[in-house]
């Protein structure tokens, strides 16, 4: 399958990686004291989702830490090969996990993206293609405007035939997109929060902007499930784009104000916990401390927002939920990257399952490995993405299960894609449709009448 995908060392880049390091960085591609971090054991390749596919040294963190050190010291040209190193690499953070030299290396990637959209010129497709990406993603309004003739078609019963008539880079586009006839659920009712306690820890779910145009009913589930086990829920005035997208396509500048907007709205929600169904974006809020550190009027609140940072399921573990309802399925679980990699996120969405009366959980393999999705990765290399994704499909159907559940719209989009490409009986679902689903009601309903969990 995947192992014939041919991705070989460039011949030029061989005197590069031998070649030794100067005592100092000759070009500012990245904070250049990091890359001594990595002592080069090699323990992050096989965690490394595209060395799993290309078995090549510089498609791994380690070769792509050589080659920012040749970039830096000079001994490399920021060519055409070198920018394909780079960009192939998904940002999934699993060498982090691997690595027992505590290599920051996600922030080594996002510094040499940065580096490399500042001083490469890429190609005219390539430039028109994410002109489009970084101008439409970001803003939900825009979003859906580009999906009227989608949703048009899907409501005449011919986006079948779309699908079939377009071209074939087109059809995988196509292909992510869910459903777009449901409505997403009414939101909570005070009669919702009659039972919560006033001096109760409040959460406030960010509603996202790709999210909130094709899995809205994710959010609002997410919140009726907070509400259930007994926290007060808060929202926002105003959404903005977690700026993840921009962070990994070396766009920092406009990463950051996307960072203090919601950095500035998070602060007067006053929550005390804050929570996005997209364990992307939450990764991101985690790191706000961090992208936001100089600057002289938020750096503190940013540090805070960055603190107060959390997931659905460690939330709900943390109460101490106990499910009442019975729902007999056998169910597989995702570790979505960002919340396994990036938050650490593990046990606890697989603790919430299993509380679940009649829920049998089977372990797939390789459940951490990236499924492909990596933001907008499954639109920019749709190679990589389609044997990734192969090799989980392969991993969930071994598992025979009725579900896989997992923490991010994007894998769920991914993965629901392949499945239905390969025509599986398995549904793909976010932990917080499931949970809704368990306790009697169906995610997609359009009424917003799920019942507490």
Sequence with gaps: MATTMKHETPTSMAPAIAAATPA??????????????CVHCGLCLEACPTYVITRAEVDSPRGRIYLMKSLADGSL?????AVRHLDLCLECRGCETACPSGVHYGKLIEQSRVY????????????????????????????RVLLAPVRLAERAGLRPLMRRLAPSAMRDWLDLIPPLTPRKPAPHSPGDAATVAADAPSAVVH?????QVLTDAENWNTERALAAVGYRV???ARTQCCGALDLHNGNLERAREFARANVREFEQSGADAIVSAASGCAAVFAGYGELLKDDRELAAAAARVAGRVSDLSSLMVARGHRFTHEFRATVTYHDSCHLAHGLGVRDAPRAILRAIPGVNLIEMAESDLCCGSAGSYNLTEPAMARA?????????AATGADYVVLGNPGCELQIAAELRRRGARTRVIHLADFLALAAGANPSRTDGTAPAV
């Design 77 to 81: 040209t920021l060519d055409a090969d």
């Design 207 to 211: 509603h996202g902007c790709v999210a």
């Design 116 to 143: 490399v959209e500042r001083n490469y010129r890429r190609g005219l497709a390539e430039r028109l293609r994410n002109r489009v990406i970084n101008a439409i993603f970001p803003y939900p309004a825009r979003m």
């Design 388 to 396: 990734l994704v192969g090799r989980k499909a392969g991993n969930i």
């Design 24 to 37: 100092h960085a000759l070009r500012p591609v990245v904070d250049y004291e990091l890359l001594f971090d």
């Design 234 to 236: 808060a929202h926002l």
